[in-house]
């Protein structure tokens, strides 16, 4: 028998201009999971954990994501996996890409290492189809390997990694409404006018290029989203004017945490994303709307072992 407990960080997906192709890895939040191999097949797997989950292992996304371990290695085994620390469900900030990730990272580490970061991805991405209906890897990715990750193609998958800034913060609320990853995709036309996609690429090549220059400036103005966002603040109540209370703060930018519902706001100093950070809190208390928030430090850091 062998056994392994792995982490994935939790991460924030789209950086607003970045739909489906941007996304970076959150400092200490994140899944933890115990996993054992034996002989013999299958996969069980057991919530360690009081966060609610599906109790069909065939609807959990670390199913398929052994599964295309398995296929794309030839391997076979009977894996165990315990849950043992949860990032909730339909929070915005990558609580299945955590799971999708960690299965990965550590069913590889339970075969000594057969699969590359990027074949790994490939099978976090399993888990995400099965949560979301689509095989995006926006938050699989910097789950898996740490940092800021661009998506620069998915036929055939193409991932690099961009540079942090040293000071990067993160203010994240997560307040109680339900928004599916599911729901909030399939509201989004099928097609984007012309005008919004210039604007878009424009700021998606201004976002690429403020990282690597560690433009701080540029990095904030290019963050701004004209495909998804303007569909998607529905779901959040008072969007614009907590966004333009946020970016008076100080802070870089505002944005919709991947599909949302939670919010966050980019800084360069820790004191503005924790004053980033108040503004939100204050905003949903005034609407009587329960959240969860976090500052917390860009990582470049991915999955990781804990223990052997
Ligand atoms: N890029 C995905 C979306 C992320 O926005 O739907 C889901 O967290």
Redesign the pocket.
């Known amino acids: 028998m062998k056994k392994v407990r792995v982490f994935a960080p939790a991460s924030i ?2 950086l607003g201009c970045g ?2 192709i941007m ?1 970076l890895a959150l400092d200490e939040v994140g899944d933890i999971l115990d996993m054992t191999l034996e002989e013999g097949e299958g996969i069980s797997i057991i919530n360690g954990t009081d966060v609610p989950l599906p109790e069909d292992p065939e609807a959990n996304v670390i199913t398929p994501v052994i599964r295309k371990f398995f296929e794309m290695t030839g391997l076979s085994g009977r894996i165990e996996v315990c849950i043992c620390q949860k990032i909730y469900p339909g929070s ?1 900030i ?1 609580s ?2 955590a799971s999708s990730a960690a299965a990965a990272y550590g069913v590889n580490e339970l075969f000594d290492c057969p699969l590359s970061e990027e074949e790994l991805v490939v099978c976090a991405m399993e888990g ?1 189809n099965l949560a ?1 209906g ?1 095989y ?1 890897a ?2 699989a990715a910097p789950a898996l390997m740490g940092g800021i990750v661009m998506i620069r193609g998915y036929e055939p998958l193409d991932l690099i990694k961009l540079p942090v800034p040293g000071n990067f913060y993160c203010a994240v609320i997560h307040p109680a409404i339900v928004v599916s ?1 599911k729901e ?2 399939s509201i ?1 036309p099928k097609a984007v006018p012309m005008h919004d996609a210039v604007r878009q690429w424009g700021n998606v090549g201004g976002l690429v290029a403020g990282l690597y220059s560690g433009n701080i400036g540029l990095i904030g103005r290019a963050m701004r989203d004209y495909v ?1 966002e303007p569909y ?1 603040k529905q779901f959040i109540p008072g969007f614009d004017e907590l966004r333009a209370a946020v970016l008076e703060s100080g802070a870089l930018a505002m944005n ?4 949302g519902p939670s919010v966050f706001a980019l800084a360069d100093r820790g004191e503005t994303a924790q004053k980033a950070g108040a503004i939100m809190k204050t905003h949903f208390d005034r609407l009587g709307i329960p959240y969860e928030a976090y500052v917390v430090k860009v990582s470049n850091k991915g999955a990781k072992l804990l223990a052997r």
């Open positions: 997906a789209n739909f489906d996304g915005g990558g299945s890409a995400e979301s689509g995006h926006d938050n990853t909030a995709r989004l998804a998607r919709i945490a991947g599909s």
